[in-house]
């Protein structure tokens, strides 16, 4: 077992930035993937980023290619979501997931343990 604690949302002037935390508890952090999600009223929770177990690899959501950096720190338990030039669009609940599995994996249904949300707001 795992436990996932977000936070660093808030409300932001589109353009800014914020750093979103994951903060895990239980069994070993390094042992488990790290995936980003997101989930706007009505719509699907969608894939935002992901991180291997090491930190040496991240894939990205097109969306956010280029403005969104994924990270990790093994050695504090936390996993991070670097959010830059922040879209009205981005606005969501960001959700921070771990999974045993060696891949990135991008589905939803493959990671085992959530948090349970920060809202991130863009707007003016």
């Known amino acids: 077992q795992v436990q996932l604690v977000e936070s660093g949302g808030g409300l932001v002037q589109p353009g800014g930035s914020l750093r979103l935390s994951c903060a895990a508890s239980?069994?070993?952090?390094?042992?488990?993937?790290l995936g980003w999600f997101r989930q706007a009223p009505g719509k699907e929770r969608e894939f935002v980023a992901a991180?291997?177990?090491?930190?040496?690899?991240?894939d990205y959501a097109d969306s956010v290619k280029g403005r969104f950096t994924i990270s990790r720190d093994n050695a504090k338990n936390t996993g991070y979501l670097q959010m830059n030039s922040l879209k009205p669009e981005d606005t969501a609940v960001y959700y921070c997931?771990?999974?045993?599995?060696?891949?990135?994996?991008?589905?939803?249904?493959?990671?085992?343990?959530w948090g349970q949300g920060t809202q991130v707001t863009v707007s003016s």
């Open positions: 997931a771990a999974t045993g599995l060696v891949v990135v994996p991008m589905l939803p249904s493959l990671y085992n343990y």
């Open positions: 991180i291997n177990r090491s930190g040496g690899r991240t």
């Open positions: 239980g069994r070993t952090f390094s042992s488990y993937a």
